[in-house]
């Protein structure tokens, strides 16, 4: 059973403060032993009183003092200037992230600093250093022309490490790479045009959709999409439908739900991998010194076992799969690999690292299209005019009640323009962060000087604010358009600067899944609207946003749900939708 992380954390530490106090009771020890001078003579509580303090002592002169002289000198040897600081200390910061992740909106925090202290400034979390970038020529510098210099560093890993282990959303290095490699022959056009896993469970999750309907009640798109999107995951890429569908639907709040759904396997897992990603970002808020606020217990771990448990059985059948293969042909075939896991179990047959990766193939595969599909949906309910348009594009390309083809599917423009605008301004995953690896100067924005940036500084970009800004997108850019994707402001603000849009990430660690969700996030809603017109929020069961929020500027006042974001964001309470 591993230590709790609070307890290895401090036994890291003893060197780290004992060195100091022992160096500093040593040396005036020293100094009494042989009486050198009457003035260095010191009674025996002074010298207990320096040892104590010799840490904190040597840690303001380090932080406040020294750490900014160096690097004020670094930065103008290299032409450059540091990022603003901003005043607040971590006692104020970190229950505002903390509060935030529970009950805020996204990146709320975030704007308010950047309305003060510009696009790119940094902050302390104690030990721990951090820059905030919403410039897109920084983003591009982070996940393109400067990747080496960054990467996903100890501590975010550290963080994220009871959820996601050593999988490739938590990886470096020669891990990383291992991952990737065994990811990408998986998203070839070929494998993700094969839309027969789509149509199962897309028939079968608007089956449910109807039948609830039928009985009066609404329905909550939010757990039906993320119920589809987890049974095609795991189909395609283990091999293996984990049959979340086969537990229906919840009711909405004040009708029972059947014991069936409440003990159904998957009830269980959604309820521990929401809760898990929750906890594991507030630690994000505490910085390197996380571990401190589990001192007794790591809190994502219980959620992990949970998770474990319920992929179990999928590892399980496709390692006893590979041992039949094994036994029957006397090796390992060498036909190509039908499935992710498969390809996987090909290469490593360590639990952990397997486990790891289910764990994260979830989140890719699951969460961040769930997302798309469900802020799809809120904007429908919002937009009436726009599911017509998006209907009757439907019915020109497919008809009212075809399958959709590849082909059809890349012709409906203004159905990809419809998904990229929300994606634009409800990216799937709203931030994101990666640690200098060694200095890095960030280029000039706007005739401003370049910006000097120390080796492990936790660089943090917000997808969210960039997506919003009007002085990237133009003055109507808090506005839901799906035309902009198709007008003279596709050319006038997207193409010259491609970094304003960047919902899957972009460079070495662009998402290899990003056509996969298109396509499947597609399949569903144009089979949605062939079989469903007119969304209308349940106002009697949704979520309601905090009054305070319509006093607040752009889209945040106009919210008739509550979006959250933990690693995705997503619909506090579900979107109940009749």
């Known amino acids: 059973m591993a230590s709790p992380p609070g307890l290895r954390y401090v036994l890291r530490l003893i060197p780290y403060f004992a060195i100091p106090s022992v160096a500093v009771y040593g040396s005036l020890w020293l100094l009494q032993e042989y009486k050198l001078h009457p003035a260095l003579i010191f009674p025996s509580w002074f010298i207990i009183l320096c040892a104590i303090f010799a840490r904190p002592a040597l840690f303001l002169v380090q932080f406040k003092y020294y750490t900014p002289w160096v690097d004020k000198r670094a930065a103008a040897q290299h032409g450059a200037i540091l990022a603003p600081h901003i005043s607040e200390s971590a006692f104020t910061i970190i229950p505002q992230m903390i509060e935030s992740t529970r009950i805020g909106y996204p990146s709320d925090i975030v704007l308010g600093w950047s309305k003060k202290y510009g696009n790119t400034y940094q902050f302390s979390l104690f030990t721990s250093s951090n820059l905030v970038t919403l410039e897109p020529d920084h983003v591009k510098a982070i ?22 282990g050593t999988g490739v959303f938590n990886a470096d290095g020669e891990m990383w790479k291992f991952h990737r490699a065994m990811t990408r022959p998986f998203f070839t056009r070929e494998r993700i045009s094969d839309f027969d896993i789509y149509d199962r469970n897309c028939d079968l999750s608007l089956r449910h ?9 609404s329905v909550d798109f939010q757990d039906l999409v993320s119920r589809f999107t987890m049974d095609s995951a795991t189909e395609f890429l283990f091999g293996h439908n984990v049959s979340s569908l086969s537990a229906g639907i919840p009711y909405p709040p004040g009708k029972e739900n059947p014991e069936s759904f409440k003990n159904h396997p998957s009830t269980e897992f959604v309820n521990s991998f929401m809760e898990g990603q929750i906890l594991s970002v507030e630690r994000i808020g505490l910085g390197s010194d996380w571990p401190l606020a589990e001192f007794l217990k790591d809190k994502v771990a219980p959620m992990r076992h949970i998770i474990d448990r319920f992929v179990g059985p999928v590892l399980a059948q496709a390692q006893g799969e590979k041992l039949s293969e094994l036994s029957d042909k006397g090796g390992l075939s060498s036909e190509e690999d039908t499935t992710l896991l498969a390809h996987l179990l090909r290469h490593t047959q360590d639990p952990k690292i397997l486990k790891d990766e289910l764990a994260n193939l979830l989140v890719a595969g699951r969460d961040t299209t769930m997302s798309l599909l469900t802020f799809s949906f809120y904007m429908l309910s919002q937009h009436p005019e726009i599911e017509k348009r998006l209907r009757q594009e439907v019915f020109d390309k497919v008809g009212p009640s075809d399958r959709p083809t590849y082909d059809q599917m890349r012709d409906m423009k203004f159905m990809r ?14 931030g994101d962060l990666r640690t200098t690896n060694k200095p890095v100067v960030f280029p000039s924005v706007a005739g401003q000087p370049p910006i000097y940036v120390p080796a492990n500084t936790s660089c943090l970009y917000s997808v969210f604010l960039i997506h919003r800004r009007t002085d990237l997108w133009g003055p109507d850019a808090l506005k839901f358009d799906p035309d902009r994707f198709l007008d003279e402001r596709l050319h006038k603000y997207l193409t010259p600067n491609p970094f304003i849009f960047c919902p899957f990430n972009a460079g070495p660690r662009i998402c290899l899944g990003q056509q996969f969700a298109y396509h499947e996030a597609t399949f569903f809603l144009v089979r949605l609207l062939q079989n469903f017109r007119g969304f209308n929020l349940d106002s009697s069961v949704n979520v309601p946003p905090p009054a305070a929020w319509a006093q ?6 106009f919210e008739r749900v509550h979006p959250l974001s933990h690693l995705t964001m997503y619909i506090n309470g579900g979107l109940w939708i009749t």
């Open 552 to 557: 607040s500027d752009g889209r945040k006042a």
């Open 143 to 164: 996940l393109a022309t400067q990747f080496e210099s960054f990467e996903k560093g100890p501590t975010f890993i550290s963080m994220m490490g009871s959820l996601l």
């Open 417 to 430: 323009a419809f998904l990229n605008e929300v994606l634009r301004l409800y990216p799937p995953v709203p």
């Open 209 to 217: 959709a109807k039948d609830r309907l039928a009985e009066g009640y």
